[in-house]
């Protein structure tokens, strides 16, 4: 009897009516469907109340074993499933040469094991630490699976407006320097139509360590969540009096959660009760751009404009006489401004 078969679940249902006809091993021809796909997968249909079972380990260890190459798998799992059921129940408990490569076939598959706890980031950030001790300590931390990939990206620059970005590229880890090339100039577009000074804004990363491959976003905010005691290390160095976060992960960095996105003029509580405003991605902005689409472009200098006017409501300084947001930015970040009385 020839059975084509395709995946793990399609062996077991075939195994499962097979057994229950008494089929036996010797009398079945296991043909993987990549190997021969002229013949079309199929499975005897399984009568009722079929009354073979097996232990769940050997499930679990032939669901492994199912994604192996060896063309021979499929007759041995139904060899060992044959043997389970016909008065060799003990048989994965013993030292079988059937249940041995099984065991082998299942082992490697496997992906290499990831070590289930990593020592915390919060342990790893030194005491009163200056930029750059706290720059080597994040370059040597531990916490997440990025820690391994290129060199760490602290702060940069100096300024009353701090911009979060999610993580460095190749462009910030070559240069040691935080949001440069491609990202910084549209960083400068954003700065230029709010009217700020490039001088007065610094830049940082909520992920120190640029990203690997195939990362998901769910992974992207597990890495913010572990990198963040970094980012509260460096804003306590030098807090900032307002915070722009660039899209949701970097938010979490900053805030501990992604923020509303729909309005970069809303303020969030950010560390030290600093306002924080999410504005888009960047990656989101670049492509807008790229496509004529300025609607991220112009979160982004919207997200500017309202953190440099709590700042100038923060520092009581003289409104602009135009009162237009461009000129109470500007205001803000002018330090000729002279305070009030």
Known sequence: MRIAVFDFGHWRSAARSLLTREVPPASIEWVDVGEAP???????PAPPHAGHTVPRRFLELCADAATATAPDRWALMYRIAWRLTHGEPDLLERDDVDAQALEALAANTRPAAVPTHRPSASRQVPVAADPATLLRAMDACTACERCTVGDAVGGGGDGPILIVGEAPDAAAEDAGWPLVGAAGDAIGRA????????DRVRTTYAIKHRSRPGETVTERRSIADRCRP????????DPPAAIVALGEVAARGVIGRG???DDPTLAHTGPAGVPVFVAPALERIRLGEAAGDERYADGLVHALLA??????AHADLHPPVDGTPAALARAALDPDVPERG
């Open 191 to 198: 700065l230029a139509r709010a009217g700020l000074p490039v």
């Open 230 to 237: 970094w980012l509260m290390a460096e804003l306590a160095l």
């Open 307 to 312: 953190a440099a006017s709590t700042f100038a």
């Open 38 to 44: 002229r013949h079309r997968p199929f499975v005897p």
């Open 259 to 261: 923020g509303r996105r």
